[in-house]
């Protein structure tokens, strides 16, 4: 099995032997607010997010899922509700939020928001798929 993992939007994502469910790559691109969802190659959604507002940090690299919360709430922040929450590096995750008008500008803790309608899709999407056939991009 190869699997090439794009540095760019611009790049073909290459598999063999997938299984039923193809790869998910997750690209969040800080600078413009946006998600991208590719699966099997195919762009499939590109949404609105709010990463971290100045003095936080929503950390850049390349991830895999390492667990699932769809009910989570805060233990950091009073309880603040983060449905259909996909932790990927620690405590950083991507879920809902109840912040929706801030959505397309920076505004989190350092976690990646969505529309919860947004984030419930991408959570069926990555729970199907499985964490191993998973890649999350965090990039400027």
């Given at each position: 099995m190869s699997i090439a993992v794009p540095a760019s939007a611009d790049e073909v994502i290459s598999t063999s032997n997938r299984s039923t469910n193809p790869m998910i790559?997750?690209?969040?691109?800080?600078?413009?607010?946006?998600?991208?969802?590719?699966?099997?190659?195919?762009?499939?959604?590109?949404?609105?997010?709010?990463?971290?507002?100045?003095?936080?940090?929503?950390p850049r690299g390349t991830f895999q899922p390492q667990f699932f919360s769809p009910h989570h709430r805060s233990s950091k922040y009073g309880g603040a509700p983060m449905p259909w929450s996909v932790f990927y590096d620690g405590d950083y995750a991507i879920h809902g939020t109840d912040a929706i008008s801030r959505l397309g500008a920076p505004a989190s803790a350092g976690c990646v928001r969505l529309h919860p309608d947004n984030a419930e899709v991408l959570y069926s999407m990555i729970f199907e798929t499985g964490k191993s056939d998973t890649y999350i991009i965090v990039q400027d």
């Amino acid at each position: 099995m190869s699997i090439a993992v794009p540095a760019s939007a611009d790049e073909v994502i290459s598999t063999s032997n997938r299984s039923t469910n193809p790869m998910i790559v997750v690209r969040v691109d800080v600078s413009e607010q946006k998600m991208t969802v590719i699966q099997g190659g195919k762009r499939l959604y590109q949404w609105d997010v709010s990463t971290a507002r100045t003095g936080k940090i929503t950390p850049r690299g390349t991830f895999q899922p390492q667990f699932f919360s769809p009910h989570h709430r805060s233990s950091k922040y009073g309880g603040a509700p983060m449905p259909w929450s996909v932790f990927y590096d620690g405590d950083y995750a991507i879920h809902g939020t109840d912040a929706i008008s801030r959505l397309g500008a920076p505004a989190s803790a350092g976690c990646v928001r969505l529309h919860p309608d947004n984030a419930e899709v991408l959570y069926s999407m990555i729970f199907e798929t499985g964490k191993s056939d998973t890649y999350i991009i965090v990039q400027d």
